[in-house]
């Protein structure tokens, strides 16, 4: 990342902006442009390289085998080789992520590539998880937040403010595997159903699919003390969608992260891969439902990258290029730009007053610390 090229992309931006402002009509400049989004779907996966999502499976990772301790380590290579490598980074990417190439990057817009000359960053720091969620759902990195513990967020996200809200009240839902997302959400004082860890979801009337997978979360061997497997969050999400609903829905997966730190690549790519199926899962249930049909945005994006090399394990302040991250964004609003190439830079500060936007409401007047909103994926 070059700190200079940003600057120098920003002071573009920004005199650009002055230009344009000057040239339309104030009247015109203030009218709030007609949205057709109605539900905003947020879908994080945590510490996601954009090296990964844009060119698909790393040709020096991709060779080593997971620590002995996974068990058929060799083997868990082998196959993910032959699930994810192929010749050229464009058909590597596919076979990875194929419907962020398929369906994201052609009817909406995925910004983080640069190779392309489009960055996207987290500005906490800090380049770790609780920070970057904080950042993201409040538009604001805060300097009191340290570590990644799970203490009851002393900020309101942009989901708590929503939900204060006539038009949103009740109709706000956040499901993540890390049980730390209670404490980003700041469950106990949030109003609306935060849903983390190990946690069975008690608040809907129980189906039968939503008792197995209290089951099988409360009885599935726990790898990671802190959070069950992705599967069981991401489903137990989507039997809350059908029953309640919700307008505004964050969906937190956590494996990606997990096996990395565990230095197993192809266990990383797997719970990417899958990762982008439940992106297809829940933009096909979103199609088939009159409540979002034609009316949601989509919105995909880590919390955080990762080093590269040997470490790509790893992330934080001391690895300066985990900083970068990406995003991607797919809805009725916005213009159809694709994977973004010479864009301006974009911020995980920018999310929270963006997804407020498609919703038609202006986050950034009520807190004004909080990014701007990305004006590229609004309606003009
Ligand atoms: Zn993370």
């Known amino acids: 990342m070059n700190p200079l ?59 080593t085998e997971g620590p002995a301790a996974l068990g058929g ?14 010749d050229s980074p464009a058909e590597r990417r596919q076979a990875l992520m194929p419907f962020l190439w398929s369906v994201v990057a052609v009817e909406g817009q995925v910004f983080g590539n640069r190779d392309l000359g489009s960055e996207s960053q987290v500005t906490n720091g800090l380049n770790f998880s609780y920070p970057g969620y904080n950042e ?8 009191r937040i340290q570590s990644n513990d799970n203490i009851p967020n002393p900020n309101v996200t942009v989901f708590e403010w929503l939900n204060a809200k006539p038009g949103f009240k009740g109709r706000v839902a956040a499901f993540g595997a890390w049980d730390a997302f209670n404490g980003i959400f700041n469950r106990d004082r949030c109003g609306f159903l935060v849903n983390a860890g190990y946690d069975p979801l008690t608040a809907i009337p129980a189906t039968a699919e939503l008792k197995q997978l209290n089951t099988l979360k409360a009885e599935t061997v726990r790898i990671w003390t802190d959070e069950p497997f992705d599967p069981i969050m991401f489903h137990t999400a989507i039997e809350y969608v059908k029953a309640k609903k919700p307008r505004v829905l964050f969906i937190g997966l956590g494996e990606t992260d997990d096996w990395a730190h565990s230095g197993s690549y192809a266990e990383y790519l797997n719970a990417l891969h899958l990762g982008d199926d439940y992106l297809r899962q829940l933009w096909d249930l979103a199609q088939s439902m009159p409540q979002y049909r034609n009316k949601t945005t989509l919105i995909v994006l880590p919390d955080h ?70 004006r590229d994926v609004l309606p003009k």
């Not at 009218?31 to 090296?51: C, F, L, S, Y």
């Not at 001391?318 to 964004?329: A, L, R, Y």
């Open 5 to 63: 090229k940003i600057a120098r992309s920003g002071m573009f931006a920004c005199a650009l902006t002055a230009l344009i402002a000057a040239s339309v009509p104030p009247a015109l400049a203030q009218a709030p442009a007609a949205h057709k989004t109605e539900n905003v779907i947020v879908v994080m996966i945590d510490g996601v390289r954009w090296q990964d999502v844009f060119r698909g499976a790393d040709p020096e990772l991709i060779q």
């Open 305 to 374: 990258g990762r080093g590269e090399g040997a470490q790509w394990t790893s992330h934080g302040r001391d690895i300066p290029e985990s900083k970068e991250t990406w995003m991607g964004f797919l809805g009725p609003d916005m213009a159809p730009l694709g994977e973004r190439k010479q864009a301006p830079a974009v911020t995980e500060s920018q999310v929270a007053a963006t997804l407020a936007a498609l919703l038609g409401e202006d986050y950034k007047a009520a807190v004004p610390k909080a990014g701007a909103p990305i």
């Open 73 to 86: 380590a060799k083997e868990r290579t082998a196959a993910a080789q032959a699930h994810y490598w192929r």
């Open 136 to 143: 993201t759902l409040t538009g604001f990195g805060d300097s």
